[in-house]
C-alpha cells in the first residue's frame, strides 16, 4: 500500500505570511495528488487535484506543485479564514486502491 | 445546487449492521464513482469505498472487506453502505462523496479519482 507522510504536523503562522505544506508518497504517484482544507465540524473541501490544478472557486493564494514522491500545497498569504487542517491524498487507483490520506497538517493562525 | 447528503447512522452494538444512505441530488448522478470517506473522532481521514457506474467495480478498504457492501440505486440518485460485523474501530463521521474518475467536462478529462462533492456526514458509534 501507499503511504503518505506530512510536514509538518502543525504550524502556526502570522496573517500574510507564506505558508507550505510538504507531502510524500512512499513510491511515486505521478501527479495523483490531491490536497484537502477540513475546518472543525466540517467535511473535507477539495483545494488542489492533480497535484496542480486549483478547484473551481478555491482562492488563488493556494497553489500546489510535485511530482512523482514528493509535493507542496502553499499558501501565499495567509487569512484568518485558512486557519484550518489540510490534508493531502493520493489517488493513484492502480492497484489496488487505497487512496490513503496523508496525517494532516494544523495550521493555526497567530 | 450540486449536493450529496448522507443519513442513517446511529448507535450499534458491536456485531451489528446498519445501512447508510447518500442522496444525490443537482447532477447527473449514473455519471459518476462515488465514494464513502470515514474520519473516526479526533482522527484523520480514511477512504472506505468507492463504486463505479453501473456497480460492476466496487472497491473496499482492507479493513472493512467482507463486512461492508456498496451499492447504488441510479433510478432514485442513491448511494448505500451496507455495514455488518460492526466493530468499536468502525466509529467514526463518513462522508460520502462524488468521485470524478474518468469523467469529462468541457474543459478537463479527470484519469484518477478526485473527491470533489462531499456531503456533511453522519455519525456512526458502535458501543455496548
Known amino acids: 500500500d501507499i503511504q503518505m507522510t506530512q510536514s509538518p504536523s502543525s504550524l502556526s503562522a502570522s496573517v500574510g505570511d507564506r505558508v507550505t505544506i510538504i507531502c510524500r508518497a512512499s513510491q511515486s504517484i505521478s501527479s495523483y495528488l490531491n490536497w484537502f482544507q477540513q475546518k472543525p465540524g466540517k467535511a473535507p473541501r477539495l483545494l488542489i487535484y492533480?497535484?496542480?490544478t486549483l478547484q473551481s472557486g478555491v482562492p488563488s493564494r493556494f497553489s500546489g506543485s510535485g511530482f512523482g514522491t514528493d509535493f507542496a500545497l502553499t499558501i501565499s498569504t495567509l487569512k484568518p479564514e485558512d486557519s484550518a487542517t489540510y490534508y493531502c491524498?493520493?489517488?493513484?487507483?492502480?492497484?489496488?486502491?487505497?487512496?490513503?490520506f496523508g496525517p494532516g497538517t494544523k495550521v493555526d493562525i497567530k | 445546487e450540486v449536493q450529496v447528503m448522507e443519513s442513517g447512522g446511529d448507535l450499534v452494538q458491536p456485531g451489528g449492521s446498519l445501512r447508510l444512505s447518500c442522496a444525490a441530488s443537482g447532477f447527473t448522478f449514473n455519471n459518476f464513482w462515488m465514494t464513502w470517506v470515514r474520519q473516526a473522532p479526533g482522527k484523520g481521514l480514511e477512504w472506505v469505498a468507492n463504486?463505479?457506474?453501473?456497480?460492476?467495480?466496487?472497491n473496499y478498504v482492507d479493513s472493512v472487506k467482507g463486512r461492508f457492501t456498496l451499492s447504488r440505486d441510479n433510478a432514485k440518485n442513491l448511494l448505500y453502505l451496507q455495514m455488518n460485523d460492526l466493530r468499536a474501530e468502525d466509529t467514526a463521521v463518513y462522508y460520502c462523496?462524488?468521485?470524478?474518475?474518468?469523467?469529462?467536462?468541457?474543459?478537463?478529462?479527470?484519469?484518477?479519482?478526485?473527491?470533489?462533492?462531499w456531503g456533511h456526514g453522519t455519525m456512526v458509534t458502535v458501543s455496548s
Open positions: 463504486i463505479n457506474q453501473d456497480e460492476s467495480e466496487k
Open positions: 492533480a497535484a496542480s
Open positions: 491524498q493520493h489517488s493513484y487507483n492502480k492497484p489496488p486502491p487505497g487512496f490513503t
Open positions: 462523496a462524488r468521485d470524478l474518475r474518468g469523467y469529462c467536462s468541457t474543459t478537463t478529462c479527470y484519469t484518477g479519482d478526485v473527491f470533489d462533492v
